[in-house]
Antibody, heavy 116, light 108 residues
C-alpha cells in the first residue's frame, strides 16, 4: 500500500521560504506525477504544482504561485519537496502531497502557519 | 484556466436519499479528465471517481460519475451515514489543474 507523509516546519515567518518534504513508502517514486495541494483553514483546495519523475523531471506550477514555487524530487530517498518563497499570511494552509495526475494517494497533510 | 463551478453549495438530505452533485466547467475538459474527491473533517481528500465515470477500487457502487465535455455529475444512489462530507471535482486534463469550490452534503 502506497503511503505519503509530509514533513517540515509548522511555523514560518513572513518573507521566508516554506520548505516541505513528502516521503513515499510502499511503492516506487519513479514514473509518476507527484503533486502538492494546499487548503487554507475552512476553505477549498488549491493545486500548487507537480513534478513528473520520469528522468526529465518535468514540472508544472499554478500560474498564481509560479514565481515563488519550486518542486523537486530525490529518487534515491523516495522523496519529493516543495519550496515556496516570500510567504505571507495568505500562505497559511494545510499542505498535502499526492500521487498521480488524478491524485489517487494523498498524505495526511501538514498545517503550515505563516506568522511572525 | 478552466473554472469549475459546483452546485449546489450545500445539499441537505436524509440517509437513504439520493444525492446529485453537479460540476460545470467553463470550457471542455480534455479527455474527460475529471475526478471527484470526498473530504471529511480533519482528513485528506479521497479519490472516488476518475475519468468522469471510473470508480476507484474499494469505493462502493452507490457512488457513480457521469458526464462529458463541460457538465459532470456525481450521484450517490442511497446516502449512508458515512457519506456526509464535502465533495470536490477536479480537472486534470489541462494546466493549471483546478478544483471546484466543493459541495457539502449534510444530514437533514
Amino acid at each position: 500500500q502506497v503511503q505519503l507523509q509530509e514533513s517540515g516546519p509548522g511555523l514560518v515567518k513572513p518573507s521566508e521560504t516554506l520548505s516541505l518534504t513528502c516521503t513515499v513508502s510502499g511503492g516506487s517514486i519513479s514514473n509518476y506525477y507527484w503533486s502538492w495541494i494546499r487548503q487554507p483553514p475552512g476553505k477549498g483546495l488549491e493545486w500548487i504544482g507537480y513534478i513528473y519523475n520520469s528522468g526529465s523531471g518535468n514540472t508544472d506550477y499554478n500560474p498564481s504561485l509560479k514565481s515563488r514555487v519550486t518542486i523537486s524530487v530525490d529518487t534515491s530517498k523516495n522523496q519529493f519537496s516543495l519550496k515556496l518563497s516570500s510567504v505571507t499570511t495568505a500562505d497559511t494552509a494545510v499542505y498535502y502531497c499526492a500521487r498521480s495526475r488524478n491524485l489517487d494517494y494523498w498524505g495526511r497533510g501538514t498545517l503550515v502557519t505563516v506568522s511572525s | 484556466e478552466i473554472v469549475l463551478t459546483q452546485s449546489p453549495g450545500t445539499l441537505s438530505l436524509s440517509p437513504g436519499e439520493r444525492a446529485t452533485l453537479s460540476c460545470r466547467a467553463s470550457q471542455s475538459v480534455s479527455s474527460n479528465y475529471l475526478a471527484w474527491y470526498q473530504q471529511k473533517p480533519g482528513q485528506a481528500p479521497r479519490l472516488l471517481i476518475y475519468g468522469a465515470s471510473s470508480r476507484i477500487t474499494g469505493i462502493p457502487d452507490r457512488f457513480s460519475g457521469s458526464g462529458s465535455g463541460t457538465d459532470f455529475t456525481l450521484t450517490i444512489s442511497r446516502l449512508e451515514p458515512e457519506d456526509f462530507a464535502v465533495y470536490y471535482c477536479q480537472q486534470y486534463g489541462s494546466s493549471p489543474r483546478t478544483f471546484g469550490q466543493g459541495t457539502k452534503v449534510e444530514i437533514k
